[in-house]
Nanobody
Framework: QVQLVESGGGLVQPGGSLRLSCTAP????????FEWSRQAAGKQREWVSS???????DYADSVKGRFTISKDTAKNTVYLQMSSLNPEDTGMYSC?????????????????WGQGTQVTVSS
């Protein structure tokens, strides 16, 4: 099983910033792509962003220009830097490995969403 641990969530005011971290097992950060999703209470999961093994990134329209995904392979960690937060960004943020390409190890596609870290944007 691929175990990912998210951290960095918290309560922030609208317009604030927060950086989330997702720590992966050894070698996973370099071998796999990653993606972040969020899920508000009572709502379905929403994809937020992804980063591929070639470094390319993608963002949901709702967060484009405000969020930045990156990873540090030495620390086996992927980050989601969030700025200009608004109440619509509230939710449980989770990460998951992604098999970006056929050349990526198959195990990258077997991961599940982590337990997540809560982000609450409120005044």
């Amino acid at each position: 099983q691929v175990q990912l641990v998210e951290s960095g969530g918290g309560l922030v005011q609208p317009g604030g910033s927060l950086r989330l971290s997702c720590t992966a097992p050894r070698f996973t950060a370099s071998a796999c792509g990653f993606e972040w999703s969020r899920q508000a209470a009572g709502k379905q999961r929403e994809w937020v962003s992804s980063i591929s093994t070639d470094g390319s990134t993608d963002y949901a329209d709702s967060v484009k220009g405000r969020f930045t995904i990156s990873k540090d392979t030495a620390k086996n960690t992927v980050y989601l830097q969030m700025s200009s937060l608004n109440p619509e960004d509230t939710g449980m943020y989770s990460c998951k490995t992604k098999r970006s390409f056929d050349s990526d190890p198959p195990m990258c596609g077997f991961g599940d969403w982590g337990q997540g870290t809560q982000v609450t944007v409120s005044s």
